[in-house]
């Protein structure tokens, strides 16, 4: 019993870091009906960087968090205005080769700067951990999921309630409705990449301080951004958390009754039987673009 | 440009009966980048049947090529006695049958998918695929798996591969053109301009895009199946190739989305460019690949073959769009 307890805790912990790590992927895919396959180094290079700033200042990693995501913001509102932009509205294949290229690119320039080994990041209370009842909670683990928590709930309440998160809500709906009641449609892409792009970042941290990372991760983050939207939904933090806590809670139980080798099988059988019986995913509309 | 049957016959067996000289005359490192192009060509036109034709990208077809060689090999090494052609054609039959059990099975659900789910499927089937064969003690996919030798004696190994690949990719390419001709092909042309228009009217798109499926995976299987034998040993990871499942879609778009010879272009100039031009900078070929990747996007979205028909279609000042 206690077993199980702590294998969905710990299930629970982990979803609530993929949510994170996919929120912005669905952020994107929702307003732009772009898949940003470079999603993933965008939260590699999060973890990179508070790997760097923490280690240069001798602070924490979470208090690094401002920093990390105001330059993700800056790079991703670039990124979208250089590039991406010009893919938008095209051949869905035109963008996911180009965000495909890029990362491509930006992985060989981290293994440059960085080598191909895996780094952690280590905070000061990495080994501290407390007892709830039969479950044992590492205090690394539980300050990354409120960190989630507390960034997806921003979000979210980004989206529903400032200026900026009505205008991205209205681009989504309706892009040429939106442009006509005087939204500058290009900005806002280029916000709500930035946007993206900064909760990623957000996310690289969390992630490197519970989990080893290294440049060649970033397929892994991308695909289970993907996964996560798919589960939940697209374009909602709901969503995402909803499928990041699915899938979190699937892999952990898989790794621990299964086999350790197989979560990614298990996860791909959800995809396809989810596909089957709801392919919208259960909170709203993941596949209206592919229809 | 539009050829008679005939004259394309004759002309795709003259430049294939060109190609075949290369090894006699060509030095050994360019026999093996030789082997490489016809290889990828004929996995390019393969993809294309149903990512150029039919419209449904895949991004996981290196999923076919592992499940084929592995196949293959795990048959071959228990069939022993066997004479070397025989032995050749039967891991090349087993390939190709349970490429095409594999595609018809996952077809259903896979093909409810469009455009970019589809792509992303696929790359997950590719990864199920590439773990299960690694994790599984039966497949030998961690440990690796030998081929036995079919190399008639008397031949360099690379020399003969290169003729195998040559006949692979003709045969290939023959039936890609057979299809791209027939009823099934402007079906599943109509497919990739508008699917509900077409079911609409009346053509079967389930069953069309599902036999393009099949077709195109039972082909990879078996092209896969002489990349294992030209590789001697493989393991997971030498046929669940990532950039595989990238760059078969790269030929595609290099020399010229659903077209019947862009893919070979393309495959033709990326391995160039890659093994040859790039061969010496391997820290930068991540990088290179990638720029390449971005470039192609942002300038020549419709490929070589695109730039040609937008410079002819200039040339004749032909005013109506081209009917793709």
New interface residues.
């Given amino acids: 019993m206690s077993l199980i307890a702590q294998t969905l805790a710990d299930g629970l912990v982990l979803g609530g870091i993929y949510a994170l790590a996919a929120v912005g992927f669905s952020l994107i895919f929702g307003v732009l009906h772009v898949i940003n396959l470079s999603h993933g180094i965008l939260v590699l290079i999060g973890a990179y960087l508070a790997l760097i700033t923490s280690q240069a200042l001798h602070i924490d990693p979470l208090l690094t968090l401002p920093l990390v995501m105001a330059v993700l913001f800056l790079a991703g509102y670039g990124y979208q205005r250089l590039l991406i932009q010009r893919t938008v509205d095209r051949s869905p294949l035109g963008s996911m080769l180009l965000t495909f290229g890029v990362a491509l690119m930006l992985q060989n320039i981290m293994i440059w700067l960085f080598s191909p080994d895996m780094k952690n990041i280590t905070p000061t209370y990495a080994f501290a951990s407390f007892k709830l009842g039969p479950v044992t909670f590492d205090a690394v683990r539980v300050s990354a999921l409120v960190a989630s928590l507390v960034l997806l709930s921003c979000l979210a309440a980004l989206l529903k309630f400032s200026a900026l998160g009505r205008v991205i809500r209205a681009t989504a709906q309706q892009t040429l409705a939106a442009r006509l009641c005087g939204v500058n449609v290009r900005h806002v892409y280029a916000l709500t990449f930035g946007v993206s792009a900064a909760f990623a970042g957000a996310a690289g941290i969390v992630i490197g301080i519970i989990l080893p990372f290294s440049p060649a991760d970033e397929a892994l983050w991308t695909m289970n951004a993907f996964v996560v939207v798919v589960l939940g939904g697209v374009g909602s933090p709901a969503g995402a958390l909803i499928g990041g806590l699915l899938l979190g809670v699937v892999n952990t139980l898989t790794a621990q009754y299964v086999g350790p080798s197989f979560p990614n099988v298990t996860m791909f059988l959800l995809l396809v039987l989810l596909l089957l019986v709801r392919p919208t995913g259960l909170l709203g509309h993941a596949f209206s673009a592919s229809r | 440009m539009k050829l008679s049957f005939a004259s394309t016959v004759v002309l795709m067996l003259a430049v294939a009966a060109l190609l075949a000289f290369g090894p006699l005359v060509l030095p050994p490192f360019y026999v093996r980048v030789g082997q490489l192009m016809l290889y990828s060509a004929g996995l390019a036109v393969a993809w294309a049947i149903l990512g150029g034709f039919a419209g449904y ?1 895949s991004f996981g077809h290196a999923a076919f090529i592992g499940v084929g060689a592995f196949a293959a090999g795990l048959v071959e090494n228990r069939a022993s006695g066997l004479s070397a052609p025989l032995l050749l054609l039967l891991g090349v039959t087993v390939g190709g049958l349970c490429c095409a059990v594999l595609s018809a099975a ?1 077809a259903y ?2 093909l ?10 696929m ?3 590719s ?2 695929c590439a ?2 064969t ?2 599984v003690d039966f497949f030998e996919g961690s440990l690796g798996l030998n081929f036995p030798s079919v190399t008639p004696s008397g031949l360099e190994p690379a020399t003969f591969f290169y003729w195998l690949y040559l006949v692979g990719g003709l045969a290939v390419l023959l039936i890609a053109w057979q299809i791209r001709r027939s009823r099934f092909g402007a079906g599943l042309l109509s497919i990739r301009e508008d699917e509900d228009t077409a079911r609409m009217l009346g053509v079967p798109t389930e069953r069309y895009k599902r036999l393009a499926f099949v077709i195109s995976a039972v082909l990879t299987g078996m092209l896969g199946v002489i990349y294992g034998h030209s590789l001697g040993y493989i393991t997971t990871d030498s046929v669940y190739r ?1 950039d595989t499942n ?1 760059s078969l ?2 030929y595609s ?1 290099l020399g010229g ?1 659903g077209t019947l010879f862009g893919p070979i272009i393309g495959a033709f100039s990326l391995v160039f460019i890659t093994q040859v031009l790039l061969g010496r900078l391997l ?5 290179a ?6 470039i ?3 300038a020549a ?1 419709g490929g070589v073959l695109g730039i040609a028909r937008t410079v002819s279609l200039r040339r004749h000042k032909v005013t109506t769009a081209p009917a793709e």
Avoid: K
């Fill in positions: 990208a996952i659900p896979i409810r998918l469009r455009g970019t789910f589809f792509a992303i499927a790359l997950g089937v990864h199920v773990e299960i690694n994790n990532d990238l879609i790269v778009m989305m820290d930068f070929h991540l990088f690949t990638g720029l390449l990747l971005v192609l996007v942002l979205p």
